[in-house]
């Protein structure tokens, strides 16, 4: 009895090793999952989304390798229906798999709010609370370096159905994100009209911009090379073209970008949605669907 009794500790030391190795095993395939780390806040995400999957993993396994070892080995011999021996309840394990399942939410939900401080994230309790924003730093500096380190500010302007990016530095006005990297960032976000969302899948930012507000949203991209920027909220019937190129480059080409795009003059930008909403006004058979005319298309010094 007493040496059944260590096999089945032993066995159980076992599989819950192994469990827990190829959960993190799996953990780290989710960072292959996503897109490439084009900015310092994607490795924070990127590290809470592994812990995730590895957890999510760990239960998964243990769940399924314990049903698994009770079929194999506790399964009753042939032609034995007897009843199995009766149990009224343990305290002990109830309290255990009650608490497990809250500490576990509570680890989530302090890890991921952390996450979200540090990345700076504005949501609505920036708007409640206008005299007290979120502290925005740098992901991976120091709070004192973050703040210590040069930021590049631009204008970001949504509307329907169009970005318009100005650089105050040159008065330069552009249909595409220039960003230099390895520097700080600080996007100025409004809205002309209803609700957008700004979001880099590359960065793995997103942001609302609220209509009649500015917000501050900062970041640093860290990854030369071109990225696309998306509207993640519903706004219209042509929102689905609302989408910027995002091309991040070395400081010494973005202050060379910079310079050549203020000596261009300001021109109409290429506009998908109005296009497509002109070629549907000039159609002779109408659908009768109420359409919001898109916004006119931007001046820009560079349309990208």
Do not use: C
């Not at 991976?140 to 318009?164: F, G, H, S, T």
């Not at 991209?221 to 519903?234: A, C, E, K, N």
């Amino acid at each position: 009895m007493k040496i059944q009794k260590i096999l089945n500790i032993l066995t159980l030391l076992t599989g819950a090793i192994a469990v827990t190795a190829i959960s993190l095993w799996i953990g780290k395939q989710a960072y292959s999952w996503l897109p490439p780390q084009a900015a310092a806040e994607s490795l924070l995400i990127d590290d809470l989304i592994s812990f995730l999957v590895t957890l999510g993993a760990f239960i998964f396994l243990g769940v399924t390798s314990t049903l698994m070892y009770s079929v194999i080995f506790h399964r009753a011999v042939k032609d034995d229906f007897t009843d199995g021996p009766p149990i009224d309840g343990n305290v002990t394990l109830e309290v255990v798999w009650t608490a497990i399942p809250i500490l576990l939410v509570f680890w989530i939900a302090g890890y991921s709010y952390q996450v979200y401080e540090q990345m700076g994230i504005q949501g609505p309790s920036e708007l409640v609370h206008l005299h007290n924003p979120l502290a925005m730093q740098s992901a991976y500096a120091e709070p004192e370096k973050a703040l210590a380190e040069p930021v590049e500010k631009i204008d970001v302007l949504a509307k329907q159905w169009a970005w318009v990016f100005h650089y105050p530095e040159r008065d330069v006005t552009s249909t595409e994100l220039h960003l230099p990297s390895d520097r700080r960032i600080r996007l100025a976000l409004k809205s002309q009209d209803v609700l957008h969302g700004f979001y880099i899948p590359a960065f793995r930012l997103k942001q609302d911009i609220i209509p009649n507000h500015a917000i501050d949203f900062e970041f640093t991209p860290i990854r030369p090379g071109q990225y696309r920027l998306t509207d993640s909220q519903y706004s219209g019937t042509y929102f689905a073209t609302m989408q910027a190129n995002v091309v991040v480059e070395s400081p010494e080409d973005y202050q060379q970008w910079l310079a050549q795009a203020a000596t261009q003059k300001p021109s109409l930008a290429n506009n998908q949605a109005a296009s497509e909403y002109a070629q549907r006004s000039n159609q002779s058979v109408q659908t009768g669907w109420i359409t919001v005319p898109p916004a006119a298309p931007p001046l820009v010094n560079s349309p990208g």
